[in-house]
């Protein structure tokens, strides 16, 4: 890695390029949906079920021409 001089300590850590993980992906329930993402983006989260999706339900929300949709990834319920 190259230091750029940003050093994020708390909650957002931003790559220029692709992003290779070599081990467990973790997800941690989200009490509500999260905001839209820009265009060109998606967000992946896990469902608490008071927003979209049921309990444990793993969900992506994407942005692109114009329009943002959200589909769910994993239903819980037929794991």
Same mark, same amino acid.
């Given at each position: 890695m190259k230091w750029i001089?940003?050093?994020?300590?708390?909650?957002?850590?931003?790559?220029r390029n @692709?992003?290779?993980?070599?081990? #467990?992906?973790i997800?941690?329930?989200?009490?509500? &949906?999260?905001p839209n993402p820009d265009e060109g983006h998606a967000i992946i989260w896990m469902s &608490?079920? #008071?927003?979209?999706?049921?309990?444990? @339900?793993?969900l992506i929300k994407i #942005?692109?021409?114009?329009?943002?949709k959200t589909k769910t990834l994993a239903d819980f319920s037929e794991l």
């Open positions: 001089g940003q050093h994020i300590i708390d909650v957002i850590a931003r790559f @692709d992003v290779h993980i070599d081990g #467990t992906l997800f941690k329930e989200k009490s509500a &949906d999260p &608490d079920g #008071t927003g979209a999706g049921d309990d444990g @339900d793993v #942005t692109a021409g114009g329009s943002t």
